[in-house]
């Protein structure tokens, strides 16, 4: 794609913006004359190609986390992949033409950005994005960071290892889809096993799942064997804590928690997409997008209310991509 030189940077821009909280589809409207972010001198300014949507975005426009958010208007989205264009001082890694990938924002729920990445540009730290893989296409890395980052750090925080096995909760969602090829490929799980709806049980198994189990049919928690860990991607604490060995560890990302289940808030790394490079780049890990998508930018209100409505009725499978932006 053509770069634009920093004197072809314009000022203004298109974005999806939000000026107070409400429904996405109340409050979420498409505004061409958006002022293009300033960079700080350890930010680099991205062109975007393509973003995905998360249901943080969601929640996030509804006002639920309004004590720590940033001020409205607000541009949202917090997966980005895209070209650099312009460079801060204090820029070591990264030069103007490079493609990137990453989530904007390194707190997820605490002061977010007011210049999100549904939009034709935004600003972001060097250390929150990487090097985009090569064989991946700007839609397919959009579709990574902010889930590929939640299932690697759920699984560290439990202390997941070679040779243990591990039940996944939602195996079939954006975060699950990773958290299954994370467990199997990069920390080498004896065991792994899955929920999902009977439609998505064979899209388990070619992720790696070696037990896919159907949540219309029959109860996790029932199962004889129980797991080293349990990764709660829905919201099923109180019944993770039944599948658990006596001395074995539940995170979740999905509140309320059941003792003793741990709950923690994805905090954003550019380091973690470098380590996972390897895998990605030679197939090991895959992007995982919904067949939905990707959605045009036009179109970016549509995927929103795609997301909330499909995910009601277990539709969504792996990320709902924007692209191309614009």
């Known amino acids: 794609m053509e770069i634009p030189s920093s004197t072809s940077i314009p000022s203004k821009m298109k974005a999806w913006v939000y000026g107070e909280y409400g429904n996405v589809s109340n409050v979420l409207k498409l505004d061409s004359n958006v002022t293009v972010p300033q960079v700080k001198e350890d930010?680099?300014?991205i062109k975007v190609v393509?973003?995905?949507?998360?249901?943080?975005?969601?929640?996030?426009?509804?006002?639920?986390f309004k004590v720590s958010d940033s001020p409205v208007p607000t541009v949202p989205g917090y997966d980005v992949a895209g070209v650099v264009v312009k460079v801060g001082s204090q820029v070591k890694r990264l030069k103007v033409g490079d493609e990137v990938y990453?989530?904007?924002?390194?707190?997820?729920?605490?002061?977010?950005?007011?210049?999100?990445?549904?939009?034709?540009?935004?600003?972001?730290e060097e250390n929150l994005v990487a090097l985009k893989p090569k064989n991946l296409s700007f839609a397919e890395a959009a579709s990574l960071p902010l889930v590929i980052e939640t299932a690697h750090e759920g699984l560290e925080r439990t202390g997941f290892s070679a040779g243990k096995s591990i039940l996944v909760l939602g195996g079939a969602g954006g975060v699950g889809t990773q958290i299954i090829q994370l467990a199997k490929h990069v920390f080498g799980a004896s065991t792994v096993a899955a929920t999902s709806s009977t439609s998505k049980l064979e899209l388990l198994k070619s992720l790696?799942?070696?037990?896919?189990?159907?949540?219309?049919?029959?109860?996790?928690?029932?199962?004889?064997?129980?797991?080293?860990?349990?990764?709660?991607?829905?919201?099923?604490?109180?019944r993770a804590v039944k599948a658990v060995k006596e001395?074995?560890?539940?995170?979740?990302?999905?509140?309320?928690?059941?003792?003793?289940?741990?709950?923690?808030?994805?905090?954003?790394?550019?380091?973690?997409?470098?380590?996972?490079?390897?895998?990605?780049?030679?197939g090991k890990v895959k992007p995982v997008l919904d067949p939905k998508g990707p959605f045009p930018f036009s179109q970016t209100a549509e995927a929103f209310s795609y997301l909330e409505t499909s995910r009601a009725v277990g539709k969504v499978v792996g990320k709902v991509v924007i692209y191309p932006i614009p």
């Not at 159907?214 to 797991?227: G, H």
């Not at 979740?252 to 994805?266: D, N």
């Open 43 to 45: 930010q680099v300014l």
């Open 50 to 64: 393509a973003a995905s949507i998360n249901p943080v975005d969601a929640k996030r426009m509804l006002g639920m």
């Open 102 to 124: 990453g989530d904007i924002n390194e707190k997820a729920l605490d002061h977010p950005k007011r210049f999100g990445s549904l939009a034709e540009y935004t600003a972001v």
């Open 208 to 238: 790696g799942a070696d037990l896919a189990i159907d949540y219309t049919k029959e109860n996790f928690e029932d199962l004889p064997e129980k797991f080293d860990v349990v990764y709660d991607a829905v919201g099923q604490c109180d």
């Open 247 to 282: 001395d074995g560890s539940v995170v979740t990302i999905v509140g309320p928690i059941t003792p003793p289940a741990l709950i923690f808030v994805l905090t954003s790394n550019g380091s973690v997409l470098d380590k996972l490079k390897p895998y990605l780049e030679s």
